[in-house]
């Protein structure tokens, strides 16, 4: 049964950054990818990007390319989604979800927990 | 970009009732790569509908998804008090992925 267990909460001061884990169980294939999706409070769904787990390849939505940066350690099986200069906008909750083979057209199932990042000075 | 709209913003029924709720995209959505998520407060969304029209594993079989193209619906055939809860559509057949605003289906 595939599985995905996130870090814990974060509060971090605007413009450092913050690293987000996010670690995988019960996956069968290497060539599987992991998605990034955040949701601020009481807003919808936005999502950031994936990685390829076995390859490392990403892919980022526009708004986030400059600021983002997901990563993975095959040995330990997690992903890492790494965001800089944070701004009070950057408070929301980031989810992690599996995205099928290849990342591409595929939907996400399971989801992560989430976990809350706040910026605040 | 691809926007998808959901309609009607907030969808007041009761149990029992059936609930059709509506997500149009701004462009022809690829090979019909639509799904819906459930979410409840304080939880993580959860896969009900891929491809616009499959159900995902153990998703009960109230829960129905049609369309094509850019116009697609989900329906709960017959509510339960555990429906209750806010419903996303998403596109995955192009980059950026992009998710509906929600429908909130509130108990009335």
């Known amino acids: 049964q595939m599985q995905l267990v996130q870090s814990g909460p974060e509060v971090k001061k605007p413009g450092t950054s913050v690293k987000v884990s996010c670690r995988a169980s019960g996956f069968t294939s290497p060539s599987f990818a992991v998605q990034w999706v955040r949701q601020a409070r009481g807003q919808g769904l936005e999502w950031i990007g994936w990685?390829?787990?076995?390859?490392?390849?990403?892919v980022y939505a526009q708004k986030f390319q400059e600021r983002v940066s997901i990563s993975r350690d095959r040995s330990t099986s997690t992903v890492y989604m790494d965001l800089s200069s944070l701004r009070s906008e950057d408070t929301a909750i980031y989810y992690c979800a599996a995205g099928g083979i290849g990342g591409w057209n595929n939907y996400f199932d399971p989801w992560g927990q989430g976990t809350l990042v706040t910026v605040s000075s | 970009e691809i926007v998808l709209t959901q309609s009607p913003g907030t969808l007041s029924l009761s149990p029992g009732e059936r609930a059709t709720l509506s997500c149009r995209a701004s462009?022809?959505?690829?090979?019909?790569?639509l799904a819906w998520y459930q979410q409840k407060p304080g939880q993580a969304p959860r896969l009900l509908i891929y491809g616009a029209s499959s159900r995902a594993t153990g998703i009960p079989d109230r829960f129905s998804g049609s369309g094509s193209g850019t116009d697609f619906t989900l329906t709960i055939s017959r509510l339960e008090p555990e429906d209750f809860a806010v419903y996303y559509c998403?596109?995955?057949?192009?980059?950026?992925?992009?998710f509906g605003q929600g429908t909130r289906l509130d108990i009335k």
């Open positions: 462009q022809s959505v690829s090979n019909i790569y």
């Open positions: 990685i390829v787990v076995g390859s490392g390849n990403t």
């Open positions: 998403q596109q995955y057949g192009s980059t950026p992925i992009t």
